[in-house]
């Protein structure tokens, strides 16, 4: 299990300079990639991009590159130029005015004094940046796990007390048939009062079944198990598992409603209650989860 939210990064050395990556990871609900690079490596974005992409879970991340320290890419001084123009600013101030002084900021003046080198010209240049962004995305991918274990270990233990709290319910939803009986006998003889009439013990039970068959929830306790395990198996799981366990515990709290509306009872109105809070404090964590 791993976070959605982290920082990485990689470095690769490039001459007597390095090419740096960095990696920000934050919350989303599906895989968006945003690069910043250095202008003399935007022929590369696409290929970062795309690289990774391919290791890259739902979330969104921002990748920068930059450069540091004096590397091939670095803008390098055309010396002959630079001699030539400085002779000739020197030739027109000897015919200008002798005595003054030529100071070097002159040369700011003059255009193409620096050029680019093409990245293409640069043997290893590519593998260089996808070195370090490798390198960036396994150290994102350390800091996200970290983080996952320890979300792993809260939903297990949100895990625990929801089973617990199943095991309320199916203690107190026992005796739901049995106590609604009671209840529509005791009605019926408040209803008769002394009045001499007799009840139909077989409509009385033809009643009685269809109370029971509208306050059963085993099949929901059953669901219930279901989804528990499922979600064992994915907290155990090392794919991403965001949108999964937040599906599981949606149909978790649709079960819990219809449980409510069976119950009919305070102690199991309160139950739920907590069975809800539970859901969402695990769902708010699997937010947070690739």
Same mark, same amino acid.
């Given at each position: 299990m791993k976070s959605m939210t982290g920082f990485g990064v990689g470095e690769q050395s490039l001459g007597d300079g390095k090419i740096v990556v960095e990696v920000r990871a934050l919350n989303h609900r599906y895989v968006e990639v945003r690069?910043?690079?250095?202008?003399?490596l935007s022929c590369y974005a696409f290929a970062l991009e795309q690289k990774a992409r391919e290791r890259l879970d739902r979330g969104r991340y921002d990748i920068s590159v930059r450069l540091c320290g004096y590397t091939p890419l670095s803008p390098r001084l055309d010396v002959g130029r630079a001699r030539a123009a400085y002779a000739a600013f020197a030739k027109l101030r000897d015919e200008l005015a002798p005595s003054s002084e030529l100071p070097i900021g002159v040369m700011a003046s003059v255009p193409e004094l620096f050029s680019l080198p093409s990245p293409e010209d640069h043997h290893g240049l590519r593998e260089s940046l996808l070195g370090a962004l490798q390198s960036a995305l396994d150290d994102l991918e350390r800091m996200q796990r970290y983080e996952g274990d320890e979300m792993r270990g809260e939903l297990a233990s949100c895990l625990d007390h929801l089973r617990q709290l199943r095991?309320?319910?199916a203690a107190r939803c026992a005796g739901q048939v049995g106590r609604a009986r009671e209840r529509l006998h005791e $009605? %019926? *003889? $408040?209803?008769?009062? =002394?009045?001499q009439l007799a009840v139909d013990a077989g409509r %009385? #039970? *033809?009643?009685?079944a269809?109370?029971?068959d509208r306050s059963d929830v085993s099949e929901e306790l059953v669901r219930l198990d279901s989804h528990y395990a499922q &979600? =064992?198996?994915? &907290? *155990?799981? =090392?794919?991403?598992?965001g $949108?999964?366990? =937040?599906? %599981? &515990?949606? #149909?978790? *709290?649709r079960e819990a409603n219809t449980i409510a509306s069976k119950g009919q009872n305070a102690a199991i109105s309160q139950l739920i209650v907590e069975v809800k809070a539970e859901v969402e404090r695990m769902r708010q964590q699997a937010a947070n989860v690739a």
């Open positions: 690069t910043s690079v250095a202008p003399e095991v309320a319910l $009605r %019926l *003889a $408040r209803l008769l009062g =002394d009045q %009385l #039970e *033809a009643e009685v269809i109370l029971a &979600l =064992d198996r994915l &907290l *155990a799981s =090392d794919e991403p598992v $949108r999964r366990v =937040d599906f %599981l &515990l949606q #149909e978790v *709290a």
